[in-house]
């Protein structure tokens, strides 16, 4: 049976009814992850956290590693991500304690080549044209819709980098321009998963409007942290009820996406790239 990651804030990780193990640390040759993993149980299935900023929220957004944090989940058997993140709103319908259901991302990061593990020998291009995971977003809205939890199933990410929060003018220029939500994180992760063969998916809580309402105070870490304490329990209750919605063995399109995916020939991948890659791409080795 495949296990299930969930990359979030460090109070997610007591879930009522998950039987936390022990924290497992993972060298990667990519660099340290975020922190240990957390590994557990919840309703018979096997479940790895990952405090996407550390224990304590050391790690600014722009300085997590995101390859180091996918590629260990890989390399623990992790087939499924849930990612709870916190997100402000860039339009009057998504309102502070709604969660959105991303299926779309706008990267306006400067990291692109720390979003990918190819390179070094090995060129893999992914279809990334819809960056969610269809069958994981679905269930995360049927919990949230079963629960009374009031959500949004579709919205457009935009990754900022951060970490100050976006100016008026620029909050209004994605307002104006239709997107949905902003915040700081999620790109990454979805882009390494897709690579890893992940399932991901966002359940992103809405926490502010930002700055573009100029009638309301802008953003601040205050009013995010109450709305994040306020808003967490319901978080923790359709992560656990997703849970027990996910198939016990890979079995979504996701699942196979680099078969298709990888144009250097197989005889010429150099040997110290495919050991480095080899919890990814482990399965076009046999």
């Known amino acids: 049976m495949e296990k299930i990651g ?14 936390a193990k022990d924290w497992v640390s993972i060298d990667t040759p990519f660099g340290k992850p975020s922190d240990d993993f957390l590994a557990g149980k919840f309703s018979g299935r096997d479940v790895v956290f990952l405090p996407r900023h550390a224990r304590g929220h050391r790690i600014l957004p722009s300085e997590l590693n995101h390859r180091a944090n996918i590629w260990a989940m ?5 087939s499924w991500i849930i990612s709870v993140s916190a997100v402000g709103s860039l339009q009057e319908k998504y309102a502070p304690g709604d969660f959105v259901l991303i299926d779309q991302f706008i990267d306006n990061t400067k990291q692109s ?7 070094s020998g090995i060129v893999g291009h992914i279809p990334f044209g819809e960056p969610i995971c269809h069958e994981m977003r679905g269930i995360l809205h049927r919990a949230a819709s079963d629960l009374g939890v009031k959500n949004h199933n579709r919205g457009t990410y935009v990754n900022m980098e951060g970490p100050a929060f976006s100016t008026r003018a620029e909050s209004l220029r994605n307002q104006k321009l239709g997107f949905d939500v902003i915040g700081m994180t999620n790109l990454g992760e979805a882009r390494c998963s897709r690579e890893a ?13 930002d700055c573009w309402k100029i009638e309301t105070k802008p953003v601040s870490v205050e009013e995010i942290i109450l709305c994040l304490n306020l808003n967490v329990a319901n978080a923790k209750n359709i992560i656990g009820k997703a849970i027990e919605m ?11 996406v680099l078969d298709n995916a990888i144009m250097t020939a197989k ?7 495919q050991e480095r890659l080899k919890p990814i791409i482990g399965r076009l080795l046999k």
């Open 6 to 19: 969930i990359i979030g804030g460090s109070g997610l990780y007591d879930i009522e009814g998950f039987d």
């Open 74 to 78: 890989k390399q623990l058997g992790v």
């Open 113 to 119: 080549s720390t979003h990918s593990f190819f390179g």
């Open 197 to 209: 063969e992940i399932s991901y998916a966002t359940l992103a809580m809405v926490t502010d409007y």
């Open 246 to 256: 996910i198939p016990e063995n890979s079995c979504w399109p996701c699942h196979k």
């Open 267 to 273: 005889d010429a991948w150099p040997s110290e790239t």
